[in-house]
């Protein structure tokens, strides 16, 4: 019995395993551990990695969307959000310096707008240092000067702008430049720059500059204005839009006048037979005026008898002016008046040049004329002397005579001009475009004169006090005969 339980218990044990379930079991402990490797890697790299590179895609985009929200946010008007988020993306956004400085350039320009030009300075001074050879150094560097001035910092203004402008200095300071009239920092003003502005200056005022005190007096001003263009120059006043239209004016005026006096001036003359032939024709413009000198007093009325007592008696006009009259202008002159009058002018003050000439004229001779009453007092007149009308005789009236007719046949070669500028180009002009420009610009309900509104403009033109300007006649000051 023994013996059948130990073969049973024989023929129950398990035999030796089969090869294939020990390969089984290396492979699945080789995957176990290629995972678990994997997984360590990947939790080593994750460890390891910069947490920039991590945040790359995201903070790119973040940074962005921020620019995009500072360029809505600007053209809402509302700059001092959109600054903030300028400032964020400068910080966030991964460009190159370049692009950083172009950034700092829009804040800085922001800032500046808003009054904020110590913030502003400060981004200014990153534009330099991020990328010195930006295009925009030059824009940068007067933005700096106008910043430190707008703060009071005139100082380092004045040295910015010198910094800045380092090669024009060392240019104009050259051996070549002639003796120097005057200093400004390291800048010089030479003789031959000031001697050049007083020769372009009309006759009447190169005569008064023979003085040598004259002449001094016009360095001092000429400095001083080129002080007061440096600073206006600081303040970026030569950008204002308004300046910048204006200059734009007065460079197309000069332009229009260099043209004028090629095509026009320089081919009309006037002889001596044309002189005397026009003064002929025109005998009766060529008079000497009717003109009084005089002395007056302006009184109060309870002084007025008095005072014209004190004249028959026989006391002197100009004392009794000094003494009594009410105008403190003609007062310490004795109420003389300097020069003629003549019909039309009223010097005295009266308020009616009518009222005064009749006065003159009714006495027409030296002596006392008045008095003339008026809301401001009464008028006493002194006539000292006479002078009736006369023609002039050729030989007094040859400029006068030669200056109208040059005027005139300079205003008949306009006229040509224009002409012929207008047929030789394909022009189209539209009146009607003006009358309703100037329709849309009056007010609503504000009704017009049918006389008013039956005017037609005259063409423009020397004569008409249009946009274009005329030469002047040899000898004739550019504002008048």
């Not at 005998?283 to 007025?304: C, N, T």
């Amino acid at each position: 019995m023994a013996a059948t339980q130990e073969k049973s218990t024989i023929q129950n044990m398990p035999g030796p395993r089969k090869p294939y379930v020990r390969w089984t079991f290396y492979v699945s402990l080789a995957c176990l551990l290629l995972v678990l490797g994997l997984v360590g890697g990947a939790v080593y790299l994750a460890l390891n990695v910069s947490p920039q590179t991590g945040r790359g895609a995201e903070a790119g985009l973040k940074a962005e969307a921020r620019r995009e929200l500072a360029g809505k946010l600007l053209a809402a008007g509302l700059s001092v959000q959109a600054i903030e988020q300028y400032e964020k993306y400068f910080d966030e956004a991964r460009i190159p310096p370049d692009q950083q400085a172009q950034i700092a350039y829009t804040i800085a320009k922001l800032c500046m707008d808003g009054g904020r030009y110590e913030e502003a300075l400060s981004w200014l001074y990153r534009v330099e240092i991020l990328h010195p050879k930006t295009e925009l150094a030059a824009e940068t560097g007067s933005k700096i000067v106008a910043c430190l001035e707008r703060l009071g910092r005139y100082t380092q203004a004045e040295y910015a702008l010198q910094a800045h402008a380092a090669p024009s200095a060392e240019k104009t300071s050259g051996p070549s430049a002639g003796a120097v009239a005057a200093r400004i920092g390291n800048d010089t003003i030479t003789a031959q720059e000031v001697l050049e502005a007083m020769d372009s200056l009309p006759d009447w005022m190169r005569g008064s500059l023979r003085d040598p005190a004259r002449k001094e007096e016009f360095l001092k001003q000429y400095v001083a204005e080129e002080l007061l263009y440096r600073k206006a120059k600081k303040l970026e006043l030569d950008k204002d839009p308004q300046i910048r239209l204006q200059a734009d004016r007065a460079l197309r005026q000069l332009l229009i006048r260099k043209v004028l006096e090629t095509e026009v001036r320089d081919k009309v003359r006037v002889s001596d037979e044309d002189i005397d032939l026009y003064y002929r024709a025109n005998r009766d413009r060529y008079q000497e005026r009717e003109a009084y000198k005089i002395r007056f007093m302006r009184l109060p009325k309870d002084k007025v008898e008095e005072v014209q007592k004190a004249l028959k008696a026989g006391k002197d006009f100009a004392f009794l002016a000094r003494t009594w009259s009410l105008d403190e202008a003609s007062r310490a002159r004795g109420g003389e008046i300097q020069g003629w009058i003549v019909e039309g002018l009223d010097p005295t003050g009266l308020g009616d040049p009518g009222k005064l000439w009749k006065a003159l004229s009714e006495l027409g001779k030296p002596g006392i004329a008045g008095p003339v009453e008026t809301p401001q007092g009464v008028f006493l007149f002194e006539i000292i002397d006479h002078r009736p009308r006369r023609d002039l005789p050729l030989e007094e009236a040859r400029a006068k005579v030669k200056a109208d007719l040059f005027q005139e046949r300079i205003e008949k070669a306009y006229q040509d001009l224009v002409s012929q500028a207008l047929a030789a180009s394909d022009v189209q002009i539209f009146p009607e475009a003006l009358r309703k420009a100037e329709d849309n610009d009056k007010p609503k309900g504000g009704a017009e004169s049918a006389e008013e509104s039956n005017k037609t403009l005259p063409p423009p033109g020397p004569s008409s006090g249009g946009p274009l300007p005329r030469p002047s006649a040899p000898g004739e000051a550019q504002d008048g005969t």
